[in-house]
């Protein structure tokens, strides 16, 4: 074979391989987060704590998306009713479950821009059975080989991606923000063309999020600025993701005995001890031989 034959052969290989899907081994579940209109709605669910003007419909992208990658790893989570935003007992995983699981666990904090109250997510809060691994995308136009290589890495090993991504040189109206805009789950690769699942979906009579391609998100082309692979962690961690179903009032702390007072053994108190006895005996003593006939 001559050696342009092996050229070309070769060619056609790394075209093969790289033309070669990347799909996550089963289905990751999906999430809208403007849900607002059906049974159980949670799109209108106030985000955050300490007063936080946002709800899930409007930025809780990140939230949803979480729930989707914790829904793929089988994990659920316990909300007692006097943490839920339904009032009743919750047991499951989807955005309200997640965000109210959150709030009771100081899982939010304030980031530079919230007006008021905290409305960011602490990534070290999530709950327990996942690992995350941080990493950036340094290219505004797309992703850098680096990058490139870790997504596919992490997608071959059955890890979603949790991306952030900008879609324009001002993702929102008003505002200067120019990266992590919007947060979307990279769920396999087909040729050059990542497949995700957005959780925004603008049908807000559909509780799933859309499912598409990084360059056909829900608000445009997308490009992502960081990620997070998320691997999942060995063991069950239901014990250490239960919440109390009420505040328990501290058990009471039994009262001391009162201490009996000790006897007193210093040289003085034995010596009188022992001249009472001894007059005793001499007592008994007299009077015995005093009765003799």
Not at 39 to 59: F, I
Not at 154 to 161: E, F, K, S, T
Not at 169 to 186: F, K, N
Not at 220 to 240: E, M, N, Q
Request: negative net charge; hydrophobic residues 40%.
């Amino acid at each position: 074979m001559s050696l342009l034959c092996l050229a070309l052969l070769a060619a056609g290989l790394v075209q093969r391989a790289a033309a070669q899907a990347i799909l996550l081994p089963r289905t990751l579940p999906s999430f809208n987060q403007t849900y607002t209109v059906g049974s159980g709605a949670w799109g209108e669910v106030p985000l955050g704590t300490g007063g936080c003007p946002d709800v899930l419909r409007t930025t809780g992208c990140l939230i949803t998306a979480f729930a989707s990658v914790l829904a793929y790893f089988e994990i659920d989570l316990v909300v007692p009713a006097a943490s839920s935003s339904t009032g009743t007992l919750q047991v499951g995983m989807n955005p309200r479950v997640l965000n109210d699981w959150l709030r009771a666990r100081r899982g939010y904090g304030q980031c530079a821009g919230d007006p008021v109250g905290a409305c960011c997510l602490e990534w070290s809060a999530l709950p327990r059975g996942v690992t995350l691994t941080f990493h950036a995308n340094h290219n505004n136009l797309g992703l850098n080989p680096v990058a490139e290589l870790v997504i596919d890495h992490a997608l071959r090993q059955g890890h979603p991606v949790v991306a952030g991504v900008h879609w324009a040189a001002a993702c929102r109206s008003g505002s200067s923000q120019t990266e992590d805009c919007h947060w979307v789950i990279l769920t396999g690769k087909v040729g050059d063309t990542y497949t995700i699942v957005d959780p925004y979906n603008p049908d807000r009579t559909s509780p799933a999020g859309v499912r598409t391609t990084l360059d056909a998100g829900s608000l445009g082309a997308y490009t992502i600025d960081r990620f997070v692979v998320v691997a999942p962690t060995p063991g069950d961690a239901s014990s250490l993701n239960s919440l109390p179903d009420v505040a328990s009032p501290p058990a009471p702390t039994p009262a001391a005995p009162t201490p009996t007072p000790p006897v007193s053994t210093s040289p003085l108190a034995s010596l009188l001890v022992l001249l009472v006895a001894l007059s005793i005996v001499a007592g008994a003593i007299f009077l015995s031989a005093d009765g003799q006939p």
